[in-house]
């Protein structure tokens, strides 16, 4: 794990730690020092720690004209023994709905495994959001059916028409404007 590093080709257009409006503003970075872990496992010092022992995250875009931002995760999404969503929402979700984002890229191909415990963050999270949404690209398989099976779906969009975008290959705009199109088509008939 200590080799993968997140998405770093946008960083010529967006540095989260340069960003006075980010809740990474200020922040350095060594390639060097290995500090964070998940478990017994080391991580790229390029990632962010918001707060979790087990879920890392990096802002790899923000763009607060259009109200979206793209982050990236690696580890494992536990809200029974850590309260994961809660620790999310509150040190990196709210400072940027302050900021006016509404409308989120959650990349979650590096989350491992996810446990569930209430949907109360969850719920609040698409409730201050009212007129954007929250998208999570290609989680696995079994992230997506446990995260189904307790009723988190019904506040991510994911799975479906949204796990056919290879999000590398696009710019941060045209990322957001395939994911938004998906989106609307989605919201206009339910049964896609």
Known sequence: MHTLEPYFNWRNLYVASEDKRSPFYGKEYSELKYTDQIYNHLIHP?????GSTTLFAKILFTDYDDGYCIMEFIGEWNDCLYNDVMILKRQI??????EGVDKFILITENVLNF?????????????EVEDGWVCMLNAREHIIDEMSKVGIDQFFLMGGNLEDISWRTNRPIQLF????????????????
Not at 93 to 98: E, F, R, W
Not at 116 to 127: H, T
Not at 186 to 191: E, I, Q, T, W
């Open 177 to 192: 404007q395939k994911i938004e199109k998906k989106i609307d088509m989605r919201l206009a008939n339910p049964c896609i």
């Open 46 to 50: 390029q990632w962010d720690n918001i």
């Open 93 to 98: 979700i709210d400072p940027l709905i302050y």
């Open 115 to 127: 446990h569930s415990s209430d949907d109360c963050y969850y719920e609040e999270w698409i409730e």
